[in-house]
């Protein structure tokens, strides 16, 4: 299976009009607010032994952050843009990237097969998946964890949604970020409530652990506060 062309094709513009700097995305928060205050959540159930994946890593800013925590770690995003972008951003070489399609079986597989079973770290990324690829994309996970791995996978809830809209009709209207989210036909998507632990529990997968959390932009709000997306955390393995 592969992601449809009109996916590939707002992602790839994306990243290739992009400078690859942190913090020009609207979701690409410091590391301080996402990747160190998430990876608590998984640490507590992650033999720290295993190498650890991040999905959809775009230009590299949290996997730089867990690279530091872990000794092997792989970013991994569908657009070359996006992985060129990380390597550039980490010529101390910190981290590995991979151009990864985590809709396609086989590629999956292929990674595990050189990284063997490994902790996953995706943040934001099913959500932004076609509904009809979210399947395939939970199952990658499920290959990639194997029987040792744990992933933990972050996603916004419907609540959502209202936040961003409601930031995009400020004063001034929508900032330049969000601007670009829309003209590169970006689509945040509706995640139903219970979703995504279905999808993970429908790819062989046992939620460990879930609880409430927010996501943090580098948009900032009026108070010059980050934008905060309600969300929700899974940690989930092959075996309880």
């Known amino acids: 299976m592969t992601v449809s062309d009109r996916y590939r094709k707002a992602w790839d513009g994306f990243w290739e009009q992009s400078n690859g700097e942190a913090g020009e995305a609207f979701w690409d928060a410091d590391a301080s607010l996402t990747a160190e205050r998430d990876i608590a959540l998984l640490t507590p159930h992650a033999d720290p032994a295993l190498p650890l994946a991040d999905l959809g890593c775009g230009n590299g800013t949290q996997t730089r952050h867990l690279a530091t925590r872990f ?35 086989a590629q999956a597989h292929a990674l595990h097969d050189r990284l063997g079973d490994t902790h996953v770290y995706m943040r934001a990324v099913l959500h932004q998946s ?4 979210r399947p395939a994309v939970a199952a990658s996970v499920a290959t990639l964890v194997g029987d040792r791995g744990r992933a933990l ?18 004063t001034g209207g929508p900032s330049p970020k969000l601007r670009r989210v829309k003209e590169h036909d970006l ?8 979703e995504i ?8 997968l046992h939620v460990l652990d879930e609880g409430a959390t927010a996501l943090a932009m580098s948009e900032t709000g009026a108070d010059g506060t980050p934008v905060m997306l309600p969300a929700r955390w899974f940690v989930a393995g092959r075996r309880p």
Request: charged letters at 30%.
């Open 71 to 105: 000794a092997v770690v792989v970013g991994v995003d569908l657009c070359a843009a996006a992985v060129a972008h990380a390597r550039r951003a980490d010529p101390a070489g910190t981290a590995t990237y991979e151009q990864v399609n985590l809709a396609d079986d």
């Open 130 to 133: 076609d509904p009809e690829d």
């Open 153 to 170: 996978v972050l996603e916004p809830t419907g609540e959502a949604k209202a936040v961003l809209q409601d930031h995009a009709e400020r």
């Open 187 to 194: 689509r945040p998507g509706e995640v139903a409530e219970g």
């Open 197 to 204: 632990a279905g999808l993970l529990r429908d790819a062989g």
